[in-house]
């Protein structure tokens, strides 16, 4: 698998106030494992918070901004979870404008637990199929997507791939899903 990826770049799209760690790191791994370079985008400079659920945990560097990112310099898009990550994104135009230009350009995104809710605000879920944390069920709903209870699913529908699991327990499928979608 450590050359599945061969030097392809995946942007993972981060909120400088917090994200679940375990869906930052593992797909993270995952990615330079396949062979792959990934990329720390967050709305400000400096560094990114870890969670471990609602404790504080490590501190992650920042390797470039949502105005410095071009979404064609990028081979694919990780949306970590976790409840603050998605919210404080949303609020930032720049940071769902970079999430859309992914579909806009047809490229895989792969999102995990409540990272939908930069979808739900980027408009791109309609007559998509997703999972999530269960919680977001009804605004994937509202947004015109297909919310489901499944491990991992691919959804191939629309311009991208979009792959989606619910939470951290799911990360083993997310990951090898995710990594298949970016190597095709």
């Given at each position: 698998?450590?050359?599945?990826?061969?030097g392809?770049?995946?942007?993972?799209?981060?909120?400088?106030?917090?994200?679940?760690?375990?869906?930052?790191?593992?797909?993270?791994?995952?990615?330079?494992?396949?062979?792959?370079?990934?990329?720390?985008?967050?709305t400000?400079?400096?560094?990114v918070?870890?969670?471990?659920h609602?404790d504080?945990?490590?501190?992650?560097?920042?390797?470039?901004t949502?105005?410095?990112?071009q979404?064609?310099?990028?081979?694919?898009?990780?949306?970590?979870?976790?409840?603050?990550?998605p919210?404080?994104?949303?609020?930032?135009?720049?940071?769902?404008?970079?999430?859309?230009g992914?579909?806009?350009?047809?490229?895989?995104?792969?999102?995990?637990?409540?990272?939908?809710?930069?979808?739900?605000?980027?408009?791109?879920?309609?007559?998509?199929?997703?999972?999530?944390?269960?919680?977001?069920?009804?605004?994937?709903?509202?947004?015109?997507?297909?919310?489901v209870?499944?491990?991992?699913?691919?959804?191939?529908?629309?311009?991208?791939?979009?792959?989606?699991?619910?939470k951290?327990?799911?990360?083993?499928?997310?990951?090898?899903?995710?990594?298949?979608?970016?190597?095709?």
């Amino acid at each position: 698998m450590s050359d599945m990826l061969n030097g392809r770049r995946i942007a993972f799209l981060v909120a400088p106030e917090g994200v679940e760690q375990v869906e930052l790191t593992e797909p993270w791994q995952a990615v330079e494992d396949a062979g792959g370079t990934p990329q720390l985008v967050s709305t400000k400079k400096g560094q990114v918070q870890g969670f471990n659920h609602l404790d504080k945990a490590d501190r992650f560097d920042v390797d470039l901004t949502v105005d410095q990112a071009q979404v064609s310099d990028f081979d694919g898009l990780v949306l970590p979870g976790g409840v603050a990550n998605p919210d404080f994104l949303r609020m930032v135009p720049k940071a769902v404008a970079f999430a859309k230009g992914f579909f806009d350009e047809a490229k895989p995104v792969a999102s995990i637990c409540h990272a939908p809710w930069t979808l739900v605000e980027a408009d791109v879920l309609r007559g998509r199929t997703i999972t999530s944390w269960p919680s977001l069920r009804t605004d994937i709903r509202n947004a015109g997507g297909k919310w489901v209870d499944e491990e991992v699913v691919t959804d191939k529908d629309g311009p991208n791939v979009l792959v989606s699991s619910r939470k951290p327990e799911d990360l083993k499928a997310f990951c090898a899903t995710a990594i298949s979608a970016f190597s095709s």
